[in-house]
């Protein structure tokens, strides 16, 4: 079956660093373009970056512009997702979606498919 699943996550220091990752497996991976969502206590879920099922087209929210980096490796079926210069504001959990039409990177009622999320905490 179609499976999700995000690691990674953990605690960190403000201005620290981490790195997700996202195993695909039950489905054509490298079909699919990914995003990278979060959802902080109390607030809605809000996409942070998406690639192209390629790699070549990424696109940023503009609160982790210059410090997010999403990539793929479509041979292992991984997404990952380098954050660095973490703030508390980034606190939140962290899930990865699948979806197949570029334009809908920013609309998640679209998206087909869901891990389950790992969870991020910034704190001193």
């Known amino acids: 079956q179609v499976q999700l699943v995000e690691s990674g996550g953990g605690l960190v220091q403000p201005g620290g660093s981490l790195r997700l990752s996202c195993a695909a497996s039950?489905?054509?991976?490298?079909?699919?373009?990914m995003t990278w969502v979060r959802q902080r206590p109390g607030k809605e879920r809000e996409p942070v970056a998406a690639?192209?099922?390629?790699?070549?087209?990424?696109h940023y929210a503009d609160s982790v512009k210059g410090r997010f980096t999403v990539s793929r490796d479509n041979d292992k079926n991984t997404l990952y997702l380098q954050m660095n210069n973490l703030n508390p504001e980034d606190a939140a959990v962290y899930y990865c979606?699948?979806?197949?039409?570029?334009?809908?990177?920013?609309?998640?009622?679209?998206?087909?498919?869901w891990g389950l999320g790992t969870q991020v905490t910034v704190s001193s």
């Open positions: 979606g699948a979806f197949t039409k570029w334009n809908d990177r920013w609309n998640l009622k679209k998206y087909d498919y």
């Open positions: 039950g489905f054509i991976f490298r079909a699919y373009h």
């Open positions: 690639i192209e099922n390629f790699g070549i087209g990424r």
